[in-house]
Each structure stands twice: as structure tokens, then as C-alpha cells.
């Protein structure tokens, strides 16, 4: 079975605060694309980050930066330094070859930066 | 130049009834994908188009579901007898083609049905 989760639900900081939301998968693919997607309240997904699963390098990009792990499945997402403007939902999703045009999505994590 | 666009974006209707939600997609985007988005969860795939044709409707959760696209653009999916739990924000994306590694998908603001 191919499954994403996204346990937390819920995640609540005070601006400045860092931010790291988990996410975990389970395929038998080898071969798979891992991406996350901010849906701010307006409502529309907006793509973050990209990586494949052949490219364990963890990078940064501004503000966010994450940690990819194929030994665990894990695709955790850390935004620095938060700012009220990333309050929104964060969605962990995958592509995996056997349906290559799919995205499977987590439940998504509702993040709530504070002033 | 535009983003994938949706109509409406809002949409109440009483049980039994029909509805057709529309997506515009970017203009050139051979692929387009449709999905529906329950309160609180993640999305879920409903169907995808490549070109006109849609290889795969596995996702389309009854008989009461279809969709189509014409002239590899606009895409309807239409829901015939309503039913309360099709209450959802259906969202459409497209890419420039299928095969979602490095192709992004975009997505438009989404259609929020209300059936009451």
C-alpha cells in the first residue's frame, strides 16, 4: 500500500519560532517524487519544495529547508525564523512511479504563527 | 499567462441535484487533474487528463461523477444527484504534460460545493 501521513495536526509558535512538520510515507516503489505544498487561507495550493528519491541531499532554500531520509521514509519540512504570513496549511505529497501523475497527499498540518 | 482558473468558486445546491464545475487550465498544459478536498483532510485524486482523454478515473468515488475536456482546455466535472457527502472543495491542477516528477502541477483556488 502507498500511504502518506502527516501526524501532527496541528502546530501552534511565536513568530521567530522554527518550525519542522513530519511527514512519512510507505511505498514499495524505488523510484518516487516527494513534494510539499503551502494552502494558505485563500485556498489555493502553492508548491514549495521538490525532491527525489534518489537524492538524499538535504538543502536550504530561504526560510525553509528539509530533511529527506529514505532509510526511515521520512520528508520533514522546517520553515526558520516563522512569520505570521506562513500561517497556513502544509501538505506532504508524493508522486510514485507506478502512477506517475498522481499526487498522494497527507492529511496536512495547520500551522499558526503568532505575532 | 494566467493561473488555472475555476468557476464558480462557490456553489450551494440542494440534495439531488446537478452540478458542473469548470477548470480553465494554463493555456498549453496537456495534462489536467482534478481533486477533491474534504474538510480538514488532504486531497484526493478524482481523475486525470492527458490531452482529451483520461487514462485514469479510478478516483471517481461513484457512477455519479464524470468528467470531460475538450480541446485539450477547459475541463467540466459534473456530479449528477448531489448528495450531502459531495460537500468539498474540488480543486483542478495542470502541468505542461503528465509524469509528475518534474512536472508540476499547478493548481487553481478550487470550487467549494455545498450541498444541503
Known amino acids: 500500500a502507498q500511504k502518506v501521513t502527516q501526524a501532527q495536526t496541528e502546530i501552534s509558535v511565536v513568530e521567530k519560532e522554527d518550525v519542522t512538520l513530519d511527514c512519512v510515507y510507505e511505498t514499495r516503489d524505488t523510484t518516487y517524487y516527494l513534494f510539499w505544498y503551502k494552502q494558505p487561507p485563500s485556498g489555493e495550493l502553492v508548491f514549495l519544495i521538490r525532491?527525489?528519491?534518489?537524492?538524499?541531499q538535504n538543502e536550504i532554500s530561504g526560510r525553509y529547508s528539509w530533511n529527506f531520509q529514505k532509510s526511515t521514509s521520512s520528508f520533514n519540512f522546517t520553515i526558520t525564523a516563522s512569520q505570521v504570513v506562513d500561517s497556513a496549511v502544509y501538505f506532504c505529497?508524493?508522486?510514485?512511479?507506478?502512477?506517475?501523475?498522481?499526487?498522494?497527499f497527507g492529511a496536512g498540518t495547520t500551522v499558526t504563527v503568532r505575532a | 499567462g494566467a493561473g488555472v482558473s475555476q468557476s464558480p468558486s462557490n456553489k450551494v445546491t440542494e440534495k439531488g441535484k446537478d452540478v458542473e464545475l469548470r477548470c480553465d487550465p494554463i493555456s498549453g498544459h496537456t495534462a489536467l487533474y482534478w481533486y477533491r478536498q474534504r474538510l480538514g483532510q488532504g486531497l484526493e485524486f478524482l481523475i486525470y487528463f492527458q490531452g482529451n482523454s483520461a487514462p485514469d478515473k479510478s478516483g471517481l468515488p461513484s457512477d455519479r461523477f464524470s468528467a470531460e475536456r475538450t480541446g485539450e482546455s477547459v475541463s467540466t466535472l459534473t456530479i449528477q444527484r448531489t448528495q450531502q457527502e459531495d460537500s468539498a472543495v474540488y480543486l483542478c491542477?495542470?502541468?505542461?504534460?503528465?509524469?509528475?516528477?518534474?512536472?508540476?502541477?499547478?493548481f487553481g483556488p478550487g470550487t467549494r460545493l455545498t450541498v444541503l
Open positions: 525532491r527525489n528519491s534518489f537524492d538524499e
Open positions: 505529497a508524493l508522486i510514485f512511479l507506478s502512477n506517475d501523475y498522481k499526487l498522494s
Open positions: 491542477a495542470s502541468s505542461l504534460v503528465s509524469g509528475g516528477a518534474y512536472n508540476e502541477q499547478f
